[in-house]
């Protein structure tokens, strides 16, 4: 573990960090004009209205549109001079999704991809290549904020060139990588032409961006002999790694609930699921 005692709290811990966060979070927003006449519409009087986690099903559901009307800055609660960086979905399907970033939100993105980083066993020292892009995409950057703050030796080599990517890991030890699954294929393809196509030092891949089977995961970990971890995290929660990832057990993901609180609801009816049931995943931020 990255920070035991933060990934170690009772329910009860969690549920008055929960709340807190949850209320601080409410009077922040409160001050934009965006979120509050939205919040307004779906009937919060004011953000004395949120007195226990019960009452968060009292606010309304915020969805993509609704961070494509807010385009640029629109949803943005701090003054302009506060912001560091930004970074910003595709925009393939409509206008992108922006999340800008305060000194305070880097510092966040950092602790939560610390944690991802330690789960999957990469030490302080340990060598980790950064494959995805770095750029407006959040990949490259959050996997960068995040080793720093763990203390991995960086070996940014952001994507393509595939032969480069196996001679860096080879030349520096690489121990983890982090990257798209379906990238996996062509690295292997490239390796096992190669007269050495074996990675001893390679022990960690760290997959994002897209879903993948038990059976592509031990395919992976047969031919390269690596460990592979599933990473969680999207543009609107702040980046890669935000949102948790698998530990060594495999059998789901674990979530930062001291940053985000998880709910499942039904989609026809936007009503909270009992465990167990599938539906849509919403997230509140906490300390964003």
């Not at 991809?113 to 407006?136: K, N």
């Not at 379906?182 to 690295?187: A, E, H, K, W």
């Not at 050495?196 to 031919?223: A, C, H, M, Q, W």
């Not at 039904?266 to 167990?276: F, H, Q, Y």
Request: hydrophobic share 35%; net charge negative; glycine share 10%.
């Amino acid at each position: 573990m990255w920070n035991r005692e933060a990934e170690t709290l009772s329910r009860d811990e969690y549920a008055k960090i929960q709340l807190e966060g949850l209320k601080k979070s409410l009077n922040r927003v409160w001050q934009n004009e965006f979120y509050r006449t939205r919040l307004q519409a779906g009937g919060v009087g004011s953000p004395d209205d949120v007195k226990s986690l019960d009452d968060l099903k009292k606010l309304p559901f915020f969805t993509k549109e609704d961070f494509r009307e807010a385009y640029p800055l629109k949803m943005n609660c701090v003054d302009r001079k506060d912001l560091r960086e930004f970074h910003q979905s595709s925009g393939s399907t409509g206008t992108p999704v922006v999340m800008a970033y305060t000194k305070n939100d880097l510092l966040q993105w950092a602790e939560c991809m610390a944690r991802c980083y330690s789960m999957a066993g990469m030490d302080p020292g340990d060598a980790v290549q950064i494959m995805p892009t770095f750029g407006l995409f959040n990949g490259g950057f959050g996997c960068y904020h995040g080793a720093r703050k763990a203390g991995l030796f960086i070996i940014p080599a952001s994507s393509g060139n595939t032969e480069r990517q196996i001679k860096l890991m080879r030349d520096f030890k690489t121990k983890g990588f982090i990257s798209v699954v379906s990238y996996v294929p062509r690295i292997i393809e490239k390796l096992d032409a190669t007269d050495d196509p074996e990675l001893p030092y390679l022990k960690v891949g760290i997959f994002g961006s897209e879903t993948f089977s038990d059976e592509t995961r031990k395919r992976i970990e047969n031919r390269l002999g690596i460990e592979c971890f599933d990473i969680y995290g999207m543009t609107e929660t702040g980046g890669i790694g935000t949102t948790g990832q698998d530990c060594k057990a495999h059998c789901g993901l674990h979530v930062w609930e001291d940053q985000y609180i998880t709910e499942i609801i039904d989609p026809a009816t936007g009503e909270v699921l009992p465990d167990g049931e599938y539906g849509e995943v919403v997230f509140t931020s906490l300390t964003r």
